[in-house]
């Protein structure tokens, strides 16, 4: 599996991934920020056991995930479910709230794990919603500040800032999901609404919030944090693919700046790795195919 592979080689070459951090230099961020480098170049390596992530065989909400667990160092699995097996776990009560992602966290790495027996201990250890993963890894790899109550508050609205960029694109994309039927729903005037006004003022404060930073990262600290790891998978998808709207993709030439964002974080070793890892899987998988 990619994530296993690929978190292997980042534990072995420990801070490898973690240069390009932008244009601030280290030494301008204080106590604070030393303090969290500090605790992230120490909390992976102290990290036992491999997790294993299940999401769909697509970026999607998963994407996030998979790259802060490479990132970050940790072991996982990376199981890519079809639909029909989804369906069958989701039937059987396999999954919490009956959705993807979900991520098992190793029993060695369960701290609380106590006297509540262990048909308790593996649902203890599931755990679900893509936020709610993507800040479990960070604070076990020092991507989430945990000794600085502000800087953690500016990541968490940062992440919480996702549903009001993009909750009108997913309703555009998955309107029947969201409980308006296809036949009732202005697909074209919503497009436009999103494009004329409601994108354009989402981004712009974006913008704002990473150029105030001053470190090329969302947050302003001198490498990615965890909200940097939620909204550039779904900014890249919008800004240069449209997210499935043709006309979505002018955006892109609108904010340069977060274009430039995207491409920074793709530029870091760890994840330019990753990316070559999966490139190289599923290359090897058409060849096997091919052969068949």
């Given at each position: 599996?990619?994530?296993?592979?690929?978190?292997?080689?980042?534990?072995?070459?420990?801070?490898?991934?973690?240069?390009?951090?932008?244009?601030?230099?280290?030494?301008?961020?204080?106590?604070?920020?030393?303090?969290?480098?500090?605790?992230?170049?120490?909390?992976?390596?102290?990290?036992?056991?491999?997790?294993?992530?299940?999401?769909?065989?697509?970026?999607?909400?998963?994407?996030?995930?998979?790259?802060?667990?490479?990132?970050?160092?940790?072991?996982?699995?990376?199981?890519?479910?079809?639909?029909?097996?989804?369906?069958?776990?989701?039937?059987?009560?396999e999954l919490p709230f009956g959705q993807l992602p979900c991520l098992q966290v190793p029993a060695a790495a369960?701290?609380?794990?106590?006297?509540?027996?262990a048909a308790a201990a593996p649902a203890r250890r599931m755990v679900v919603q893509s936020a709610a993963i993507?800040?479990?890894?960070?604070?076990?790899?020092?991507?989430?500040?945990?000794?600085?109550?502000?800087?953690?508050?500016?990541?968490?609205?940062?992440?919480?800032?996702?549903?009001?960029?993009?909750?009108?694109?997913?309703?555009?994309?998955?309107?029947?999901?969201?409980?308006?039927?296809?036949?009732?729903?202005?697909?074209?005037?919503?497009?436009?609404?999103?494009?004329?006004?409601?994108?354009?003022?989402?981004?712009?404060?974006?913008?704002?919030?990473?150029?105030?930073?001053?470190?090329?990262?969302?947050?302003?600290?001198?490498?990615?944090?965890?909200?940097?790891?939620?909204?550039?998978?779904?900014?890249?998808?919008?800004?240069?693919?449209?997210?499935?709207?043709?006309?979505?993709?002018?955006?892109?030439?609108?904010?340069?700046?977060?274009?430039?964002?995207?491409?920074?974080?793709?530029?870091?070793?760890?994840?330019?790795?990753?990316?070559?890892?999966?490139?190289?899987?599923?290359?090897?998988?058409?060849?096997?195919?091919?052969?068949?």
């Amino acid at each position: 599996e990619t994530g296993k592979r690929a978190s292997e080689r980042a534990r072995a070459q420990r801070g490898g991934g973690r240069s390009g951090g932008g244009p601030r230099d280290r030494s301008e961020q204080g106590a604070a920020g030393a303090t969290f480098e500090r605790t992230r170049a120490t909390m992976a390596a102290e990290e036992p056991g491999e997790y294993t992530l299940y999401y769909f065989d697509i970026a999607g909400k998963g994407e996030c995930i998979r790259l802060a667990l490479h990132y970050g160092g940790l072991p996982f699995r990376d199981v890519r479910l079809s639909r029909e097996l989804f369906h069958r776990k989701r039937e059987a009560g396999e999954l919490p709230f009956g959705q993807l992602p979900c991520l098992q966290v190793p029993a060695a790495a369960d701290d609380n794990d106590d006297d509540g027996g262990a048909a308790a201990a593996p649902a203890r250890r599931m755990v679900v919603q893509s936020a709610a993963i993507l800040r479990l890894v960070g604070k076990r790899t020092g991507l989430y500040p945990l000794q600085d109550d502000l800087l953690a508050a500016k990541v968490d609205a940062l992440m919480d800032y996702d549903a009001d960029i993009f909750h009108g694109v997913r309703v555009l994309k998955y309107r029947e999901r969201f409980g308006f039927p296809a036949e009732a729903f202005d697909a074209e005037a919503v497009a436009k609404t999103l494009l004329d006004s409601v994108l354009p003022r989402h981004l712009a404060n974006l913008t704002k919030v990473l150029e105030e930073g001053g470190s090329g990262w969302l947050a302003g600290t001198a490498e990615p944090t965890i909200a940097d790891f939620f909204l550039i998978p779904p900014l890249q998808q919008l800004l240069e693919e449209g997210n499935g709207v043709e006309r979505f993709k002018a955006l892109g030439a609108q904010f340069p700046a977060l274009r430039a964002l995207c491409d920074r974080f793709h530029a870091l070793p760890a994840i330019a790795e990753y990316y070559d890892a999966r490139a190289a899987d599923q290359a090897a998988a058409a060849a096997d195919a091919g052969a068949k």
